[in-house]
């Protein structure tokens, strides 16, 4: 079931019934891309057409974050469960390990897409990663970062660019890369890396993973300032 929370689309989906799509994707084999929305892409997409057109055609847009799903509870449609994408993420390379899915990834500060690589292959043995790429590039530089991934053939790719460049990205070279599953991963790498820490387990359970990265990084006080325009907007619109 597809819902939309201020004009952005939302799939009420499970972790599992999320996995299940993806795969369903990889055996159909045509190029899929997947979102994971929280409350502050949700905002950036209030002023950005172009983000909130590509989130709404995007094939599977998953409900990361606390905010979405109160205020999709908010709206009287409960989301049964916080689909984080770097749990989505962690899940999909368990299950390629498993199954033999050809994993790429993109993104990153130079080394770190390689540090993740190691890391995921002790984490998952049997794992095929089948290409690596930072996310430092210049636009001369894109064809040829395009044809590195479409040549290796994976069945899912990575892209850790930030919010909104990965899903611009992503959007515009989908049908060069041919990948069936390409799925934008925030800070996902840096946190295999271990060059930045998600929150302990019960303040994301508790909904404070907000709270936790502006602890860690005070910087991000005027990007968190979104949570509370989006609590407002989120209220004021129910009044309509």
Excluded: C
């Amino acid at each position: 079931m597809r819902i939309t929370v201020l004009g952005i689309a939302l799939d009420l989906v499970t972790m599992s019934e999320a996995v299940a799509v993806l795969e369903n994707f990889i055996a159909e084999r045509q190029p899929r891309m997947v979102a994971t929305a929280n409350a502050e892409m949700v905002m950036l997409a209030q002023n950005d057409e172009v983000l909130a057109k590509i989130l709404n055609q995007a094939d599977l847009i998953v409900p990361d974050g606390a905010g979405v799903v109160w205020a999709a509870r908010h709206q009287g449609q409960p989301v049964r469960e916080r689909v984080a994408g770097y749990d989505l993420a962690q899940t999909m390379l368990s299950r390629s390990a498993e199954h033999g899915y050809r994993v790429f990834f993109f993104g990153g500060a130079p080394g770190i897409a390689e540090r993740a690589e190691i890391v995921a292959g002790e984490w998952y043995p049997g794992i095929s990663i089948v290409g690596t790429h930072s996310g430092f590039f210049t636009a001369s530089e894109e064809p040829e970062i395009v044809a590195a991934i479409r040549n290796s053939k994976p069945d899912i790719l990575l892209v850790a660019l930030g919010v909104p460049k990965q899903e611009k990205w992503l959007a515009a070279h989908m049908t060069e890369l041919q990948v069936p599953v390409a799925i934008g991963v925030g800070g996902s790498f840096d946190v295999m890396a271990g060059v930045a820490q998600r929150a302990p387990l019960w303040m994301q359970r508790a909904g404070l993973e907000w709270l936790f990265r502006l602890l860690r990084q005070p910087s991000r006080l005027v990007r968190m300032l979104a949570l509370p325009h989006f609590v407002i907007r989120v209220l004021t619109a129910k009044k309509h």
